[in-house]
């Protein structure tokens, strides 16, 4: 398996312009998360989905931010507009069940930079 | 509410020698306990988790934890440190009423040769 696949790897986008990130999770896996990582801020939780269901948006910072899962093999976060102190790594995990006791698998991570 | 800490934002040991990493954990239920590894540029890693059951928990590159619930800790161990053990820990917690994992800040393991 490919595991779970982010794009783009790097963004640098200007302050004020729309940005998006994607995720696919790993195929069979029905919850999905989004997290931030900052140096500030550590790893949150932006928000996550149950098959394909957004259960938990607490974490989303504003309303520039929405996330979408259309499908169980794709999901989306975006920012819009963009403001220079939403730099940071964003990271989406997907895990098989729901259950409290199944591991998260991670992307490798999409670096945004708003400048 | 759930939550982790790290008390030790780096850690620095000699290759060989064998390393600890804290972790203690605050959540409302029963406590489901992970850690991760995260190299530089990567994505997180899971190397190992506690369910129930034994209190020492094997993982994944030689990694092992103990669990223990008096202490309300879930302490990272190896025997004997690598030079490419040098990576950034996470310990996290889910309870059981939350899907989500919950992080803690990170420990900067550095083993020097």
């Known amino acids: 398996d490919a595991g779970v696949i982010q794009s783009p790897r790097h963004e640098v986008t200007e302050m004020g312009q729309e940005v998006t990130l994607r995720c696919k999770p790993i195929?069979?896996?029905?919850?999905l998360f989004w997290y931030r990582q900052t140096m500030m801020r550590g790893l949150e939780l932006l928000i996550y989905?149950?098959?394909?269901?957004?259960?938990?948006d607490s974490g989303m910072p504003e309303d520039r931010f929405s996330a979408k899962m259309p499908n169980a093999s794709f999901s989306t976060l975006k920012i819009q507009p963009s403001e220079p102190r939403d730099s940071a790594v964003y990271f989406c995990?997907?895990?098989?069940?729901?259950?409290?006791?199944?591991?998260?698998?991670f992307g490798q991570g999409t670096r945004l930079t708003v400048v | 509410a759930q939550s982790v800490a790290q008390p030790e934002d780096q850690v620095n040991v000699a290759e060989g020698n064998p390393l600890t990493v804290k972790c203690t954990y605050s959540?409302?239920?029963?406590?489901?306990l992970f850690w991760y590894v995260q190299y530089p540029n990567r994505g997180l890693q899971f190397l190992l988790k506690?369910?129930?059951?034994?209190?020492l928990v094997k993982g994944s590159y030689g990694f092992e934890a103990e669990f223990n619930k008096s202490q309300t800790s879930f302490h990272l161990k190896k025997p004997s440190a690598l030079v490419s053990d040098s990576a950034l820990y996470f310990c996290?917690?889910?309870?059981?009423?939350?899907?989500?994992?919950?992080f803690g800040s990170g420990t900067r393991l550095q083993v020097q040769p």
């Open positions: 995990a997907s895990s098989l069940g729901a259950g409290a006791l199944i591991e998260a698998f």
């Open positions: 195929s069979g896996h029905n919850s």
């Open positions: 989905f149950n098959n394909n269901v957004p259960i938990d």
């Open positions: 959540v409302s239920g029963n406590p489901y």
């Open positions: 506690y369910i129930t059951g034994d209190n």
């Open positions: 996290a917690v889910r309870d059981t009423g939350r899907r989500a994992l919950t």
